[in-house]
């Protein structure tokens, strides 16, 4: 091989390495971005308004007939999960935990609810997936099944 091949070859290299670097790094600020904003919303627009016992979170649990007590549970699950989202280790399972409550809310949506925004669940859980997709190793490591 000559040098010219040489220097080429270990440029390409170079290069692949910097663009595999910049990738991963905006791959870790996309999915800081989902848990941020989805931490934000978990907490925020759906667990506090639970908690405070907005009326209009009320009006929703008693249509739906349970009792204020669920309101209030399910209100402090949401807000675990956005407190879960937040933090390095824990964000795979709480976004996977995210996700099985949500299959739960469309279930609820579907049968309490008669189908009335049946399919907001599925909007959140697709970010939530890619956080639960990209914290895998994680997860794993917590559940004690190493890579």
């Not at 627009?45 to 209030?72: C, E, I, N, Q, R």
């Not at 099985?100 to 697709?126: C, K, W």
């Amino acid at each position: 091989m000559s040098s010219t091949a040489t220097a080429t070859a270990a440029t390409t290299s170079t290069s692949t390495t910097t663009t595999a670097a910049s990738s991963g790094k905006a791959v870790i600020r996309v999915v800081w971005t989902l848990r941020i904003l989805l931490a934000l919303f978990f907490a925020v627009a759906s667990a506090l308004p639970k908690l405070l016992a907005v009326p209009a979170a009320t009006t929703v649990f008693d249509a739906m007939g349970v009792g204020h007590w669920f309101m209030y549970l399910t209100g402090l699950v949401e807000l675990a999960g956005a407190v879960g989202l937040l933090v390095r280790r824990l964000a795979g399972p709480a976004a996977t935990a995210l996700i099985v409550f949500l299959v739960f809310a469309f279930v609820t949506q579907l049968t309490a609810m008669h189908g009335e925004n049946a399919g907001t669940p599925f909007i959140f859980m697709v970010p939530l997936a890619v956080i639960a997709w990209n914290r895998r190793a994680e997860t794993a490591e917590l559940l004690g099944r190493r890579r």
